[in-house]
């Protein structure tokens, strides 16, 4: 190869270079705030990776960001005498409130025990999962508690599970993922299996559980206020979407 090509060869790659640290130098610094605030906010949600904010931001400017995109959260907790177990296959409803809850409330036919509903919007999807009996959803957790964790689909395999989401964090101090330790507070079974926190304010929430009449609850409680009021089954996490609705 000539040196004139070769020179050309180092031009080219240099003004690439210049071009793509511009581009570079735009997302972390430019007028919008969209990259910065993405950036930021996934590099600080983790334990590990948090440097990949602070190399290139101030504390103040770190601190803006997640002021900016949070979620405040209040000490609350729903209201169990508004909650009412309705058995929808007594009753016929002919008008819905919108497209979600005529999907929720009409079964399919081939499947009684749930329904997983798509759902999308112009920047997701996703998908609803419906129990239809509160009375069998349980928690599972992983056979090495302490240890090490297990996937969902193992864990839902050795419970002979239907359907299997994943509930509470779990303790991860390196970040790696396998972490056997659940956050918050798990019950199971009206029992108290586990109560550990990194730091209460971690989890933006409290309690998400099943009574023993098979109501739902959330609440910033204890867990000796919680087995007082009779829940059964239990994981914690937060922010919560839905607590009351009027």
Not at 85 to 107: G, H, M, P, R, V
Not at 132 to 160: C, F, H, W
């Amino acid at each position: 190869m000539s040196k004139t090509k070769i020179k050309r060869i180092l031009i080219f790659l240099f003004v690439i270079g210049i071009i793509g640290i511009d581009i570079i130098l735009f997302l972390l610094y430019g007028p919008s705030l969209r990259f910065r605030d993405w950036l930021i906010n996934t590099a600080m949600s983790t334990r590990s990776h948090q440097y990949l904010a602070t190399w290139f931001y101030d504390n103040a400017t770190i601190q803006d960001s997640l002021n900016r995109n949070s979620i405040t959260d209040f000490a609350f907790a729903s209201n169990l005498d508004e909650v009412q177990l309705i058995d929808y296959s007594q009753i016929e409803i002919t008008e819905f409130a919108n497209e979600y809850e005529k999907e929720i409330l009409t079964k399919s036919k081939e499947n009684n025990d749930y329904k997983i509903i798509k759902i999308t919007g112009k920047k997701y999807d996703g998908y609803l999962a419906v129990i239809y009996d509160p009375s069998r959803v349980d928690i599972a957790v992983t056979r090495y508690m302490g240890k090490d964790g297990q996937y969902l689909s193992k864990i839902s395999e050795q419970n002979q599970a239907y359907v299997a989401i994943n509930g509470g964090g779990f303790v991860d101090p390196k970040g790696e993922g396998t972490g056997g330790e659940p956050l918050g507070i798990t019950i199971d079974n009206g029992k108290l299996l586990h109560e550990t926190y990194y730091n209460k304010e971690d989890l933006k929430g409290g309690l998400i559980g099943l009574t023993s009449d098979h109501k739902l609850f959330l609440g910033d409680i204890t867990s000796k206020q919680a087995l007082d009021m009779g829940i059964r089954d239990s994981v914690s996490f937060g922010p919560y979407l839905i607590v009351n609705r009027n």
